[in-house]
């Protein structure tokens, strides 16, 4: 009788269990990349400490000139842990790879967006990848929660939550500006029993987004905590057993916090090279923050109250990050936009705004909306895949043309 031995890949449920997927993975990229023709592969091997396949990259006589890194779990390419296309053009060419770094570091030119003021229906995924590269100077987003209100997520299960959002942080990284900013709002979840037999369970979410963000080509900045009033906790349920009864290890704490985590895309730039940079001095005076900043990295403010959204946060919140993290003229961006608290936060301090969401309810909200924010053309905006709001004044005028034929 033969025994089949379980490989380490399908004991930890990977999706690339073997050599062969692996080696077609690194096959369509080097497609993507032109470098199909020019590159053999050595053998892959699973590295289970960190759930990555390493794919070495060979030329004709077996020499080495780089490795491929796939996430075991998603399929995708870890592209800050796999050898840069240009260095691997380089070692093919036997060039000195060393002048690729220094060409960098001698940058001149500031990229400034020409984005309009965007307001999109679709799943955020598809409408970055229809963006120009570089667009894009600040990203902002809260993402829906896993599962923490039934009527708001729709991913039943975590590794699929966990894919998304790397599709959605991986597709950011093209269209952010050299060494501009990703901030994100996110919390752990609590998972509730189904049953008095079972445990509730809380997930550690901002955790696994961290190592999303750090595989996919960003650098760790800040973790700010936003600190809400105590009693905005007590609607989880959670502490109010050990309230009533006191008893140890029914301990749990009642939350009050969520996380506010800042990335930079990476770059051998300097943040002062922006600033030195910069090619409007004036707007770069008009862009400076007043006193009165937040100087902790524990940001006291209230939730909001009274939005249709289910899980919408403060225009406060989105206030202090868009001020803090760009220049006025600046383009801002969440994709998983809401109701678009960050578009009227954007428009109001000055900046344009590119807001994605797949719900067409939520775009229905912005649409009600833009009318107050301030800063704006309505005429000028773009709305993709789905209809512009009616004027105002054509709204009005169309109320009296009813009103007349009723005379």
């Not at 300097?270 to 923050?289: A, C, F, G, M, V």
Request: charged share 30%; hydrophobic share 40%; glycine share 4%.
């Amino acid at each position: 009788m033969t025994y089949k031995r379980e490989l380490v890949s399908e004991k930890r449920k990977y999706l690339v269990l073997t050599v062969a997927q692996a080696k077609e993975i690194v096959y369509l990229w080097l497609a993507e990349v032109d470098l199909a023709n020019a590159l053999k592969l050595g053998l892959p091997e699973v590295d289970d400490r960190y759930h990555q396949w390493r794919v070495p990259l060979c030329v004709e006589n077996g020499d080495k000139v780089g490795e491929v890194v796939i996430d075991a779990y998603s399929t995708e390419i870890v592209l800050a842990k796999t050898t840069k296309v240009d260095i691997i053009i380089a070692r093919l060419l036997k060039q000195d790879e060393t002048k690729l770094a220094v060409s960098k570091k001698g940058k001149t030119e500031y990229k400034l967006s020409q984005l309009r003021n965007t307001v999109g229906l679709g799943d955020s995924v598809d409408l970055i990848d229809g963006m120009p590269s570089e667009s894009v100077d600040l990203i902002f987003t809260s993402p829906p929660y896993f599962n923490a209100r039934p009527e708001y997520s729709e991913y039943e299960v975590y590794e699929q939550y966990l894919f998304k959002m790397r599709q959605v942080i991986k597709r950011s990284h093209r269209v952010l500006n050299e060494g501009r900013f990703f901030v994100i709002n996110i919390s752990p979840v609590l998972l509730r029993r189904a049953s008095r037999n079972e445990s509730s369970k809380r997930i550690a979410v901002p955790f696994d987004i961290h190592r999303i963000f750090i595989e996919e080509g960003y650098d760790f900045i800040d973790d700010i905590i936003w600190l809400k009033p105590e009693g905005a906790g007590w609607a989880t349920g959670r502490g109010r057993r050990f309230a009533a009864d006191r008893n140890p290890l029914q301990y749990k704490a009642v939350p009050v916090t969520e996380y506010v985590l800042v990335y930079r895309k990476q770059t051998d730039l300097l943040i002062d090279w922006h600033i030195r940079n910069y090619p409007d001095k004036q707007t770069l005076e008009e862009s400076k923050i007043e006193d009165g900043y937040e100087r902790t990295n524990v940001w006291k403010i209230n939730p909001a109250f009274g939005s249709k959204h289910p899980a919408a946060f403060p225009k406060e919140l989105a206030e202090k990050v868009i001020r803090y993290y760009s220049f006025k003229g600046d383009t801002v961006m969440d994709p998983f936009a809401g109701s678009g608290t960050v578009g009227a936060a954007a428009a109001e301090l000055g900046r344009r705004f590119v807001l994605f969401d797949i719900n067409p309810d939520y775009i229905e909200l912005i649409k009600k909306s833009v009318a107050s924010w301030k800063n704006i053309s309505e005429s000028a905006m773009m709305w993709l895949n789905c209809t512009p709001p009616e004027p105002v004044m054509k709204q009005s005028y169309l109320m009296e043309e009813k009103h007349d034929s009723y005379k």
